[in-house]
């Protein structure tokens, strides 16, 4: 099996993942480039953004609730209210380093909710995305800052100071093509800025696949030091990794050496899958033994009030890879 993200011919299939009913995908992971991914299917994106109740009515309700603070012009509860999220946050305040007059961009954003903010902080921003159903919804609410990813705009308004965008990587068909593209966007000292599903998330005994980050919409999880290896020639290359605290990180820890093997939760309809992942619920949860998550729930408490889930390793979070490159 060649790899779909570096071309080697050594990826080897490692299980089969059906988070929605009808989308029963093989999973494959690749050692010469460490991704896990799973085949790209280009009519999901579209589609998902046109159905009420799949899983990107979430950022549906995100713009909803950014909606009226960007009405009332308050662009400091606008900015607590989107850096609750940690991609956020890091976008927000790694751009926010930069003057007002920078010209950005924003790939794959979705109905508009993080743009918004920059649009009132009064750069020179435009969004895109390849959704004309979420770009439509993006205009109606917060002005005429956005527009189709193959509009004759993106290259006409380079080259940008900033590119950015928030997790979309890992829902492309080819991420080491689409990166060089915006890498070319960018005026030489200029940044890309995205962070992306984490390889290293995948923690439990036999875990396939971050069950918040699921098939068919992302598609590739990457290994820490990926973009470093791959970019460096044509940029400078950070990646910081955001961990859990201590106490999640100890149920991890917990988990992975006594506790039960991850399992592959029981498809749902991808029409009904924001269900899935409101409230805080888990995919797995129906499925894990109550009485271990009651030793879990005891343990973790225990090791909080002693102290020790500070000295046990710590635990990457799902989305929390922050990829940070200056074009040299």
């Known amino acids: 099996m060649n790899c779909r993200i570096c071309g080697s011919g050594s990826a080897t299939k490692v299980g089969d993942v059906e988070y929605y009913a009808g989308f029963a995908w093989s999973v494959y992971d690749c050692p010469a480039c460490g991704c896990r ?13 046109e159905q009420p109740e799949s899983i990107y009515s979430l950022y549906r309700d995100l ?13 400091e509860r606008l900015k607590r209210q989107l850096t609750e999220v940690s991609k956020y946050k890091f976008i927000v305040d790694s751009v926010g380093r930069y003057p007002k007059n ?19 902080a009064g750069y020179d921003i435009l969004g895109i995305d390849v959704s004309a159903e ?21 290259s006409q308004r380079a080259p940008y100071h ?34 992306v599903p984490n390889r290293d998330a995948c923690a439990l005994r036999g875990q396939l696949w971050i069950d918040a980050a699921t098939p068919p919409d992302v598609v590739t999880l990457f290994r820490p030091g990926f973009w470093t290896k791959h970019f460096s020639d044509v940029a ?9 605290p201590p106490e999640r990180a100890f149920a991890t820890n917990l988990r992975r050496k006594l506790g039960p093997k991850w399992r592959i939760p029981q498809p749902v ?18 499925q894990d033994n109550r009485i271990w998550a ?35």
């Open 162 to 195: 900033v590119i950015y965008h928030t997790g979309m990587i890992g829902c492309v068909a080819d991420p080491m093509k689409t990166t060089s593209g915006l890498l070319n966007l960018l005026r030489p000292g200029g940044q890309l800025l995205f962070n």
């Open 102 to 120: 920078s010209r950005v961009l924003e790939v794959g954003c979705s109905r508009g909710q993080l743009t918004s903010y920059f649009i009132l």
């Open 269 to 286: 309809s991808l029409k009904a899958s924001a269900n899935r992942y409101k409230g805080g619920h888990r995919p797995n949860s129906e």
């Open 134 to 154: 979420a770009i439509g919804a993006a205009n109606a609410t917060f002005g005429n800052f956005f527009a189709v990813a193959d509009s004759p705009l993106v």
């Open 63 to 75: 713009a909803d609730r950014t909606k009226p603070l960007f009405e009332q012009r308050d662009l």
């Open 37 to 49: 991914f799973t085949k790209h299917d280009d009519s999901i994106y579209n589609w998902l953004h």
């Open 294 to 328: 009651s030793f879990e729930r005891a343990a973790s408490l225990a090791a909080r009030v002693t102290g020790i889930a500070k000295l046990l390793p710590s635990q990457a979070t799902p989305f929390g890879l922050f990829v940070t490159m200056t074009k040299r």
């Open 236 to 244: 400078i290359v950070r990646e910081t990794i955001e961990t859990f």
